[in-house]
Protein backbone atom coordinates (compact mmCIF):
# COMPACT_ATOMS: atom_id res chain seq x y z
CA UNK A 1 0.00 0.00 0.00
CA UNK A 2 1.17 3.40 -0.76
CA UNK A 3 0.50 6.61 0.90
CA UNK A 4 -1.64 8.35 -1.68
CA UNK A 5 -4.24 5.13 -1.51
CA UNK A 6 -7.20 6.38 1.29
CA UNK A 7 -6.16 4.63 4.66
CA UNK A 8 -7.85 4.17 8.47
CA UNK A 9 -6.42 6.85 10.91
CA UNK A 10 -4.77 3.85 12.91
CA UNK A 11 -2.76 6.34 15.23
CA UNK A 12 -6.35 7.34 16.64
CA UNK A 13 -6.67 3.90 18.53
CA UNK A 14 -4.13 1.50 17.49
CA UNK A 15 -5.45 -1.08 20.42
CA UNK A 16 -8.66 -1.10 17.56
CA UNK A 17 -6.20 -2.24 14.76
CA UNK A 18 -3.79 -4.19 16.52
CA UNK A 19 -3.50 -6.91 14.76
CA UNK A 20 -4.81 -5.49 11.23
CA UNK A 21 -2.91 -7.32 8.46
CA UNK A 22 -3.48 -3.81 6.59
CA UNK A 23 -2.11 -2.02 8.99
CA UNK A 24 0.89 -3.92 10.22
CA UNK A 25 1.54 -4.55 6.00
CA UNK A 26 2.36 -1.04 5.46
CA UNK A 27 5.71 0.06 4.85
CA UNK A 28 6.43 2.98 2.74
CA UNK A 29 4.12 5.28 5.18
CA UNK A 30 6.76 6.68 7.68
CA UNK A 31 9.60 7.28 5.17
CA UNK A 32 7.14 7.97 1.90
CA UNK A 33 9.67 10.76 0.30
CA UNK A 34 12.82 8.66 -0.40
CA UNK A 35 14.45 11.41 -2.41
CA UNK A 36 15.13 13.38 1.27
CA UNK A 37 17.81 12.68 3.39
CA UNK A 38 16.30 14.31 6.33
CA UNK A 39 13.06 13.67 8.63
CA UNK A 40 11.61 16.59 10.76
CA UNK A 41 9.88 16.32 13.72
CA UNK A 42 8.02 18.67 16.13
CA UNK A 43 9.58 18.52 19.69
CA UNK A 44 6.64 20.05 21.59
CA UNK A 45 8.76 20.34 24.94
CA UNK A 46 10.05 22.96 27.11
CA UNK A 47 13.96 22.93 27.59
CA UNK A 48 14.39 23.45 31.33
CA UNK A 49 17.36 24.98 33.49
CA UNK A 50 17.16 23.64 37.00
CA UNK A 51 19.42 26.22 39.29
CA UNK A 52 19.73 23.43 41.83
CA UNK A 53 23.20 22.00 41.40
CA UNK A 54 23.86 19.82 43.92
CA UNK A 55 25.38 16.63 42.58
CA UNK A 56 24.32 13.53 44.25
CA UNK A 57 21.33 14.40 45.09
CA UNK A 58 19.78 12.02 43.40
CA UNK A 59 22.34 9.10 44.35
CA UNK A 60 21.59 5.72 42.32
CA UNK A 61 21.49 8.36 39.43
CA UNK A 62 24.86 10.02 40.34
CA UNK A 63 26.31 6.34 40.91
CA UNK A 64 25.58 5.66 37.32
CA UNK A 65 27.09 9.11 36.00
CA UNK A 66 30.24 7.99 37.72
CA UNK A 67 29.87 4.80 36.20
CA UNK A 68 29.47 6.07 32.58
CA UNK A 69 32.39 7.76 32.75
CA UNK A 70 34.59 4.86 32.99
CA UNK A 71 32.89 2.52 31.00
CA UNK A 72 33.23 5.01 27.66
CA UNK A 73 34.73 2.92 24.77
CA UNK A 74 35.90 4.04 21.11
CA UNK A 75 34.30 2.24 18.18
CA UNK A 76 37.42 2.90 16.20
CA UNK A 77 40.19 1.70 18.45
CA UNK A 78 38.21 -1.17 21.18
CA UNK A 79 36.77 -3.10 18.05
CA UNK A 80 39.26 -5.04 15.35
CA UNK A 81 37.79 -3.53 12.41
CA UNK A 82 40.32 -5.45 10.48
CA UNK A 83 38.44 -8.85 10.95
CA UNK A 84 37.40 -9.88 7.53
CA UNK A 85 33.71 -10.55 7.16
CA UNK A 86 31.48 -13.49 4.81
CA UNK A 87 27.80 -11.91 5.18
CA UNK A 88 26.78 -15.73 4.90
CA UNK A 89 29.03 -16.76 7.90
CA UNK A 90 27.31 -13.73 10.40
CA UNK A 91 23.69 -15.93 10.43
CA UNK A 92 22.78 -17.52 13.72
CA UNK A 93 21.36 -21.39 12.66
CA UNK A 94 17.70 -20.98 12.44
CA UNK A 95 15.03 -22.01 14.89
CA UNK A 96 14.38 -25.82 13.49
CA UNK A 97 10.42 -25.48 14.16
CA UNK A 98 10.41 -22.01 12.82
CA UNK A 99 11.87 -23.05 9.43
CA UNK A 100 9.60 -25.98 9.81
CA UNK A 101 6.28 -23.48 9.88
CA UNK A 102 7.81 -21.27 6.97
CA UNK A 103 9.54 -23.47 4.67
CA UNK A 104 7.67 -26.75 4.76
CA UNK A 105 3.73 -25.76 5.31
CA UNK A 106 2.30 -25.39 2.51
CA UNK A 107 0.32 -22.14 2.94
CA UNK A 108 3.45 -20.44 3.64
CA UNK A 109 4.67 -17.61 0.98
CA UNK A 110 8.10 -18.88 1.54
CA UNK A 111 6.94 -22.62 0.51
CA UNK A 112 8.91 -22.75 -2.88
CA UNK A 113 11.95 -20.86 -1.76
CA UNK A 114 14.76 -22.63 -3.08
CA UNK A 115 18.37 -23.23 -0.97
CA UNK A 116 19.77 -20.44 -2.43
CA UNK A 117 17.06 -17.82 -1.49
CA UNK A 118 16.99 -18.99 2.18
CA UNK A 119 20.87 -18.44 2.34
CA UNK A 120 19.81 -14.74 0.32
CA UNK A 121 17.16 -14.22 2.65
CA UNK A 122 19.12 -14.70 6.06
CA UNK A 123 21.48 -11.83 4.63
CA UNK A 124 19.06 -9.92 3.81
CA UNK A 125 17.89 -10.19 6.88
CA UNK A 126 20.59 -9.52 8.82
CA UNK A 127 21.53 -6.39 6.92
CA UNK A 128 17.65 -5.14 7.71
CA UNK A 129 18.39 -6.26 11.51
CA UNK A 130 21.00 -4.08 11.97
CA UNK A 131 19.58 -1.28 9.80
CA UNK A 132 16.73 -0.94 11.63
CA UNK A 133 19.30 -1.19 14.95
CA UNK A 134 20.98 1.53 13.83
CA UNK A 135 18.40 3.69 12.49
CA UNK A 136 16.60 2.86 16.44
CA UNK A 137 20.27 4.28 17.65
CA UNK A 138 19.62 7.36 16.35
CA UNK A 139 16.38 7.51 17.73
CA UNK A 140 18.07 7.05 20.96
CA UNK A 141 20.61 9.77 20.30
CA UNK A 142 17.66 12.61 19.31
CA UNK A 143 15.90 11.50 22.64
CA UNK A 144 18.79 11.71 24.99
CA UNK A 145 19.71 15.19 23.84
CA UNK A 146 15.95 15.88 24.63
CA UNK A 147 16.32 14.24 28.03
CA UNK A 148 18.87 16.72 28.48
CA UNK A 149 16.94 19.45 27.92
CA UNK A 150 13.48 18.74 29.26
CA UNK A 151 14.61 16.80 32.72
CA UNK A 152 14.31 19.19 35.85
CA UNK A 153 17.09 17.39 37.65
CA UNK A 154 21.11 18.16 37.73
CA UNK A 155 22.16 14.22 38.14
CA UNK A 156 19.65 13.08 35.30
CA UNK A 157 21.07 15.93 33.04
CA UNK A 158 24.57 15.09 33.58
CA UNK A 159 24.06 11.47 33.33
CA UNK A 160 21.71 11.89 30.33
CA UNK A 161 24.88 14.01 28.50
CA UNK A 162 27.14 10.68 29.31
CA UNK A 163 24.40 8.44 26.91
CA UNK A 164 24.40 11.27 24.00
CA UNK A 165 28.03 10.07 23.85
CA UNK A 166 26.87 6.48 24.33
CA UNK A 167 24.17 6.77 21.41
CA UNK A 168 26.63 8.89 19.26
CA UNK A 169 29.24 5.57 19.28
CA UNK A 170 26.53 3.28 18.81
CA UNK A 171 25.03 5.12 15.33
CA UNK A 172 28.54 4.96 14.36
CA UNK A 173 29.62 1.34 14.58
CA UNK A 174 26.40 -0.20 13.64
CA UNK A 175 26.62 2.36 10.09
CA UNK A 176 30.15 1.46 9.94
CA UNK A 177 29.37 -2.46 9.71
CA UNK A 178 26.52 -2.06 7.69
CA UNK A 179 28.98 0.26 5.48
CA UNK A 180 31.80 -2.16 5.53
CA UNK A 181 31.24 -5.87 6.49
CA UNK A 182 27.85 -5.86 5.12
CA UNK A 183 26.46 -4.51 1.59
CA UNK A 184 26.40 -1.09 2.75
CA UNK A 185 23.00 0.23 4.62
CA UNK A 186 20.45 -0.84 2.59
CA UNK A 187 16.91 -0.55 4.55
CA UNK A 188 15.42 2.81 5.07
CA UNK A 189 13.53 3.19 9.22
CA UNK A 190 10.90 0.60 8.74
CA UNK A 191 7.52 2.16 9.11
CA UNK A 192 6.17 0.51 12.97
CA UNK A 193 10.17 1.70 14.35
CA UNK A 194 9.38 5.27 12.92
CA UNK A 195 5.95 5.84 13.84
CA UNK A 196 7.07 5.03 17.92
CA UNK A 197 10.12 7.16 17.30
CA UNK A 198 7.67 10.17 16.46
CA UNK A 199 5.53 9.59 19.21
CA UNK A 200 8.07 9.63 21.73
CA UNK A 201 9.64 12.94 20.03
CA UNK A 202 6.57 14.55 19.68
CA UNK A 203 5.16 14.09 23.70
CA UNK A 204 5.29 16.98 25.54
CA UNK A 205 5.74 15.41 29.06
CA UNK A 206 9.41 15.02 29.78
CA UNK A 207 8.62 11.27 31.18
CA UNK A 208 7.19 10.29 27.95
CA UNK A 209 10.54 10.30 26.26
CA UNK A 210 11.82 8.08 29.27
CA UNK A 211 9.03 5.53 29.14
CA UNK A 212 9.11 5.08 25.15
CA UNK A 213 13.09 4.86 24.80
CA UNK A 214 14.77 4.09 28.44
CA UNK A 215 12.11 1.69 29.05
CA UNK A 216 10.07 0.62 26.25
CA UNK A 217 12.60 1.18 22.95
CA UNK A 218 15.80 0.08 25.00
CA UNK A 219 14.36 -2.74 26.84
CA UNK A 220 13.33 -4.49 23.72
CA UNK A 221 16.69 -3.61 22.62
CA UNK A 222 18.80 -4.91 25.16
CA UNK A 223 16.84 -8.57 24.33
CA UNK A 224 17.47 -8.42 20.91
CA UNK A 225 21.21 -7.59 20.87
CA UNK A 226 21.58 -10.15 23.62
CA UNK A 227 20.00 -12.88 21.35
CA UNK A 228 21.55 -12.03 18.41
CA UNK A 229 25.14 -11.58 20.50
CA UNK A 230 24.53 -14.71 21.44
CA UNK A 231 23.90 -16.85 18.40
CA UNK A 232 26.06 -15.04 16.25
CA UNK A 233 29.78 -16.34 15.33
CA UNK A 234 31.23 -13.76 13.75
CA UNK A 235 33.57 -12.35 15.98
CA UNK A 236 33.29 -8.70 15.42
CA UNK A 237 30.03 -8.62 15.66
CA UNK A 238 29.78 -10.05 18.87
CA UNK A 239 32.21 -7.94 20.44
CA UNK A 240 30.41 -4.68 18.74
CA UNK A 241 27.10 -5.85 19.77
CA UNK A 242 28.28 -6.80 23.88
CA UNK A 243 29.91 -3.60 24.22
CA UNK A 244 26.98 -1.76 22.69
CA UNK A 245 25.00 -3.90 25.47
CA UNK A 246 26.87 -2.89 28.44
CA UNK A 247 26.16 0.68 27.64
CA UNK A 248 22.47 0.31 26.76
CA UNK A 249 21.65 -2.11 30.41
CA UNK A 250 22.94 1.31 32.41
CA UNK A 251 20.29 2.94 29.69
CA UNK A 252 17.32 0.82 30.59
CA UNK A 253 18.65 1.58 34.07
CA UNK A 254 18.63 5.07 34.15
CA UNK A 255 14.95 4.92 32.50
CA UNK A 256 13.95 2.18 35.96
CA UNK A 257 15.79 4.75 38.31
CA UNK A 258 14.04 7.96 36.91
CA UNK A 259 10.65 6.69 36.39
CA UNK A 260 10.33 4.83 39.90
CA UNK A 261 10.57 8.51 41.86
CA UNK A 262 7.70 10.33 39.11
CA UNK A 263 5.66 7.17 39.13
CA UNK A 264 4.75 7.33 42.73
CA UNK A 265 3.33 10.77 42.83
CA UNK A 266 1.29 9.86 39.58
CA UNK A 267 -2.93 9.49 39.68
CA UNK A 268 -4.39 6.68 38.67
CA UNK A 269 -5.01 8.18 35.70
CA UNK A 270 -1.67 9.73 34.78
CA UNK A 271 -0.60 6.67 35.26
CA UNK A 272 -3.11 4.74 33.08
CA UNK A 273 -1.93 7.44 29.89
CA UNK A 274 1.27 5.68 30.84
CA UNK A 275 -0.13 2.49 30.53
CA UNK A 276 -1.99 2.94 27.24
CA UNK A 277 1.66 4.85 25.82
CA UNK A 278 3.70 1.43 27.23
CA UNK A 279 1.41 -1.04 25.26
CA UNK A 280 1.07 1.25 21.80
CA UNK A 281 4.75 0.88 21.84
CA UNK A 282 5.10 -2.44 22.32
CA UNK A 283 2.67 -3.44 19.85
CA UNK A 284 4.49 -1.31 17.22
CA UNK A 285 7.74 -2.93 18.13
CA UNK A 286 5.80 -6.39 17.55
CA UNK A 287 4.92 -4.59 14.09
CA UNK A 288 8.29 -3.30 13.55
CA UNK A 289 9.57 -6.91 13.55
CA UNK A 290 7.62 -8.35 10.64
CA UNK A 291 10.59 -8.29 8.23
CA UNK A 292 7.92 -5.84 5.70
CA UNK A 293 11.46 -4.06 3.73
CA UNK A 294 12.62 -7.64 3.08
CA UNK A 295 9.32 -9.48 1.81
CA UNK A 296 8.86 -6.51 -0.61
CA UNK A 297 12.74 -6.57 -1.63
CA UNK A 298 12.97 -10.38 -1.96
CA UNK A 299 9.29 -10.62 -3.68
CA UNK A 300 7.47 -12.02 -1.45
CA UNK A 301 3.62 -10.90 -0.64
CA UNK A 302 4.15 -8.46 2.37
CA UNK A 303 0.27 -8.69 3.48
CA UNK A 304 0.58 -12.58 2.91
CA UNK A 305 4.13 -12.75 5.22
CA UNK A 306 2.02 -10.70 7.88
CA UNK A 307 -0.98 -12.40 7.90
CA UNK A 308 0.73 -16.10 8.07
CA UNK A 309 3.31 -14.50 10.63
CA UNK A 310 0.56 -13.23 12.95
CA UNK A 311 -1.49 -16.61 12.12
CA UNK A 312 2.06 -18.63 14.01
CA UNK A 313 1.18 -20.86 16.65
CA UNK A 314 2.03 -19.57 20.55
CA UNK A 315 4.32 -22.36 21.18
CA UNK A 316 6.68 -20.99 18.17
CA UNK A 317 7.07 -17.54 19.27
CA UNK A 318 10.21 -17.88 21.34
CA UNK A 319 12.15 -14.80 19.60
CA UNK A 320 9.26 -12.80 19.74
CA UNK A 321 8.31 -13.51 23.07
CA UNK A 322 12.08 -13.32 24.73
CA UNK A 323 12.02 -9.48 23.04
CA UNK A 324 9.46 -8.27 25.90
CA UNK A 325 11.90 -10.10 28.76
CA UNK A 326 13.52 -6.75 29.81
CA UNK A 327 10.56 -4.81 29.42
CA UNK A 328 7.74 -6.38 31.71
CA UNK A 329 9.46 -6.49 34.63
CA UNK A 330 10.79 -3.28 34.61
CA UNK A 331 6.91 -2.10 33.75
CA UNK A 332 6.38 -4.37 37.09
CA UNK A 333 9.26 -2.51 38.93
CA UNK A 334 7.62 0.92 37.91
CA UNK A 335 4.47 0.17 39.10
CA UNK A 336 2.74 -0.09 35.56
CA UNK A 337 1.89 -3.67 35.53
CA UNK A 338 -0.91 -3.49 38.41
CA UNK A 339 -1.75 0.13 38.47
CA UNK A 340 -5.55 1.45 38.71
CA UNK A 341 -7.05 -2.21 37.39
CA UNK A 342 -4.47 -3.91 36.35
CA UNK A 343 -5.22 -2.51 32.37
CA UNK A 344 -1.20 -3.32 31.39
CA UNK A 345 -1.33 -7.24 33.30
CA UNK A 346 -4.51 -7.98 31.44
CA UNK A 347 -2.92 -6.57 27.88
CA UNK A 348 0.71 -8.31 28.34
CA UNK A 349 -1.63 -11.35 29.43
CA UNK A 350 -3.41 -11.06 26.32
CA UNK A 351 0.19 -11.13 23.88
CA UNK A 352 1.61 -14.18 26.20
CA UNK A 353 4.28 -12.33 27.43
CA UNK A 354 3.19 -11.98 30.98
CA UNK A 355 5.44 -14.72 32.72
CA UNK A 356 8.74 -12.53 32.34
CA UNK A 357 7.30 -10.27 35.15
CA UNK A 358 9.38 -11.77 37.66
CA UNK A 359 12.71 -11.82 35.48
CA UNK A 360 15.50 -9.33 36.42
CA UNK A 361 15.13 -6.22 36.36
CA UNK A 362 17.14 -3.76 34.58
CA UNK A 363 17.48 -1.03 37.72
CA UNK A 364 20.16 -3.82 38.86
CA UNK A 365 21.80 -5.32 35.96
CA UNK A 366 24.01 -3.16 34.61
CA UNK A 367 27.56 -3.93 36.51
CA UNK A 368 27.55 -7.05 35.60
CA UNK A 369 26.61 -6.86 31.54
CA UNK A 370 29.49 -4.31 31.96
CA UNK A 371 31.60 -6.26 29.82
CA UNK A 372 34.02 -2.80 28.77
CA UNK A 373 34.91 -2.38 32.61
CA UNK A 374 35.88 -6.31 32.62
CA UNK A 375 37.86 -6.02 29.54
CA UNK A 376 40.06 -2.90 31.17
CA UNK A 377 40.69 -4.87 34.56
CA UNK A 378 41.90 -7.89 32.56
CA UNK A 379 44.18 -5.25 30.66
CA UNK A 380 45.57 -4.01 33.77
CA UNK A 381 45.71 -7.55 35.38
FE1 LIG B 1 22.13 2.63 22.05
FE1 LIG C 1 20.76 3.21 24.60
Redesign the pocket.
Known sequence: MTTTEPRPDYVVDLADYANDPDRITEFSVWNDDITSVIHAVEDNADAIFTWRYDKGERARLDKLYEKAKTSQWNGQTDLDWSIDVDPYKTLAPADPLEVQYFAENPESPLHKLTEDEWADLGVESMNWSLSQFMHG?QG?LLC?AKIVETVPWIDAKYYAAT?VV??AR?VEVFAQYLDQKLDGIKYPCNTHLGLLLDDILEDSRWDMTYLG??IMV?GL?LAAFSFMQQTTEEPLLKKLLRYVMS??AR??AFGVLSLQEVYQGLTTAELRDRQEFAFEAALRMRDRFMRQEVWERMGVPVKDMVKFTLAMPDELRVFQRLLFSKIVPNCKKLGLLDAGDGWLRDRFTEIGVIQFEDWVDTGEEYADLDEVAKDREAAQG
Open positions: EATQDEHMQEADEHV
